[in-house]
């Protein structure tokens, strides 16, 4: 069973598309994330939720939208699709108290 | 706006002990230290985490020196599956009921070989 999943796992798309990216939990956790691990591999978080309510919003263009539908979904949706969107986004969630996150194994997305 | 500070990479042996250091010499009272290791191609994996007492569990122990400005992560008898970045993270107390984030520095590439 996976704890955290994502879809897709790979995604090629052209520049001003608009894309969406799906993750799933089922370890019972109240937060979630999305990370951005760049082609120089530093990851950085973007977002982050508790109990639906954005608690983490970095400085991320508002092309970038996240949307959690219930605890256990955290879904990134992104529009107008740039180069410098290419990237490995990963999820991940825990519990509140705690940074003992659990991550996904990451959507590669790829705009050309 | 690195807390942290770990060496580029590092090399063990399989079977010996890789000790992992990291230097956090901001670190303030209420933060504690985490690791995180990240395999090839995969997403990140959380290993352990420590205020100021030593701690141990299945996969690593972590040693915190007295003036919490270091610590070292020790993976007992590294095997071939240890090779990963490994990611030495200072972060707020999460215990205070705020929003608490981890900032992923470089890390150390660690290369377990035959």
């Known amino acids: 069973d996976t704890a955290v999943s994502q879809t897709p796992k790979y995604l090629v798309t052209q520049m001003g598309n608009d894309k969406s990216i799906k993750c799933e939990q089922n370890?019972?956790?109240?937060?979630m994330y999305w990370y951005k691990q760049d082609s120089k591999k530093f990851l950085k978080i973007m977002f982050s939720y508790n109990n639906k309510e954005l608690i983490i919003n970095e400085t991320v263009p508002n092309r970038f939208s996240p949307k959690s539908p219930d605890k256990a979904h955290l879904n990134l949706h992104i529009n107008s699709l740039e180069l410098g969107d290419s990237a490995v986004y990963f999820c991940?969630?825990?519990?509140?108290?705690?940074?003992?996150?659990?991550f996904g194994p990451g959507t590669r997305l790829t705009v050309l | 706006d690195a807390k942290t500070t770990q060496p580029p990479s590092m090399d063990c042996a399989e079977g010996r002990a890789a000790n992992l250091p990291c230097n956090h010499s901001t670190i303030s009272g209420n933060e504690y230290v985490y690791w995180y290791r990240q395999i090839h191609s995969q997403g990140p994996q959380y290993i352990i985490h420590?205020?100021?007492n030593n701690e141990t569990n299945e996969m690593a122990s972590l040693i915190i020196t007295e003036d919490r400005k270091s610590s070292t992560l020790i993976l007992p008898h590294a095997t071939l599956r240890d090779t990963a970045v490994y990611y030495c993270?200072?972060?707020?107390?999460?215990?205070?009921?705020?929003?608490?984030?981890?900032?992923f520095g470089t890390g150390t590439r660690l290369q377990v070989t035959l």
């Open positions: 993270i200072v972060s707020d107390t999460p215990y205070t009921g705020t929003a608490s984030k981890l900032t």
């Open positions: 370890l019972g956790h109240d937060t």
């Open positions: 420590g205020l100021k």
């Open positions: 991940a969630s825990s519990d509140f108290y705690t940074n003992e996150q659990f």
